[in-house]
């Protein structure tokens, strides 16, 4: 995976994380043990699962490398 933009990949979201034993605040979260719900470009939601690896998530944050999206998307 290229990084042409100098920043590091945004980390891997949470799926309900406890509030007190390992909730971080600096990454995305959702309610939901199965995964979050995501505002798309296009005006659509989806919910992407927890299951979702880092690898996956760091390029559907920045889709500017062109590359497409693996199937556990």
């Not at 390992?22 to 919910?47: A, E, K, W, Y």
Request: glycine fraction near 12%; hydrophobic fraction near 30%; aromatic fraction near 8%.
């Amino acid at each position: 995976m290229r990084n042409e933009s100098n920043y590091p990949p945004a980390p891997l979201f949470q799926s309900k994380p406890h509030f007190t034993n390992n909730c971080n605040f600096q990454v995305p979260q959702g309610i939901h043990s199965t995964g979050i719900l995501v505002g798309m470009g296009d005006g659509g939601v989806r919910t992407v699962g927890s299951s979702t690896s880092a690898t996956t998530w760091a390029l559907a944050c920045d889709p500017r490398d062109g590359q497409v999206l693996p199937g556990n998307w």
